[in-house]
């Protein structure tokens, strides 16, 4: 079922499985992460940390390959890909609080990557690829809303003609049921490319050879599910009160209100045109962690 395109993209209120995420944790740290931007550059703000920059290399090198045919994807070694993914966070670009801590955390990506590379599973076979660059349709004419988002990996079923949905994971936590990623994810895939979406799996690189499936949601329960969420964005985006669920400041909003306050330094601009900050009070935090 392809969405239908209609409407104005520029007026409409889009939001993803990382934007209502961060709306359902704290409405502030959704305003900070989602529509705030620095005055000095016009461009939106993020908080770089270790675990996010070990996530961005590895999901660099792995989505990479699903461009690739199947003969060439595994012609270069993916830690040779890694290297190079890990420039764009070394040292302090990538929040890192030391030298020994950055190469921790490189070599559980190195390890990730070689753990693909011996059990590919999925990743020898077909892939589909969504043709738009950032995969999005309309959630919702009347209400003028946008979902959108990027999966890691459609893995194509040559004998129903359907896709499975791949999703990489690199952190230690366990996906809850109760997320809306997988439920998002059904949607964006039954609506931006014409195949039927038949299984879905998460794999948790830094633990698992092999793909734990989940079970799919059903089309209407997912929609219900994501458009109460996104609902509740769009009427607080047009209120303009994104206030903190504590009343102050949470554990959600905190560090993101650190830099709003000046406290952040800038190492750089993401690929997404975000303001790249780390926090040097984080940074002596995660020091003293790993002396």
Not at 35 to 49: A, D, E, F, H, Q
Not at 200 to 214: F, Q
Not at 218 to 247: P, Q
Request: glycine share 8%; net charge neutral; with cysteine.
């Amino acid at each position: 079922m392809m969405g239908s395109m209609v409407g104005d993209e520029y007026s409409a209120v889009w939001v993803s499985h990382s934007s209502m995420g961060d709306y359902i944790k704290c409405p502030r740290l959704y305003y900070l992460n989602n529509v705030y931007r620095n005055p000095k550059t016009g461009n939106k703000i993020t908080l770089m940390s270790p675990p996010l920059a070990l996530g961005q290399a590895v999901h660099e090198v792995v989505e990479s390959l699903s461009v690739l045919t199947v003969e060439e994807r595994f012609g270069e070694s993916l830690i040779a890909k890694f290297e190079k993914a890990w420039e764009k966070v070394e040292g302090e670009r990538g929040g890192f609080a030391s030298k020994r801590q950055e190469k921790e955390y490189k070599e559980r990506g190195a390890e990730m990557l070689r753990r693909v590379m011996k059990n590919p599973g999925p990743l020898k076979n077909k892939a589909v690829k969504i043709k738009q660059d950032l995969p999005h349709y309309w959630l919702s004419t009347e209400e003028n809303i946008i979902l959108c988002g990027k999966i890691d990996w459609l893995e194509y079923l040559p004998d129903t003609n359907g896709v499975h949905i791949i999703d990489f994971k690199t952190g230690k936590k366990i996906e809850r049921d109760d997320s809306l990623q997988l439920p998002i994810y059904l949607l964006l895939v039954s609506n931006c490319q014409k195949r039927q979406v038949e299984k879905a799996s998460y794999w948790y690189l830094e633990r698992k050879t092999t793909l734990d499936e989940v079970e799919l949601p059903e089309y209407e329960e997912a929609e219900r599910r994501v458009l109460e969420v996104a609902r509740k964005v769009s009427v607080t985006r047009k209120l303009g009160k994104f206030g903190c669920k504590e009343g102050g400041e949470c554990r959600y909003c905190a560090d993101l209100n650190k830099i709003f306050l000046g406290e952040g330094k800038l190492v750089g601009v993401s690929g997404y045109r975000q303001d790249v900050f780390v926090l040097p009070y984080l940074q002596e935090t995660m020091e003293s962690e790993v002396l």
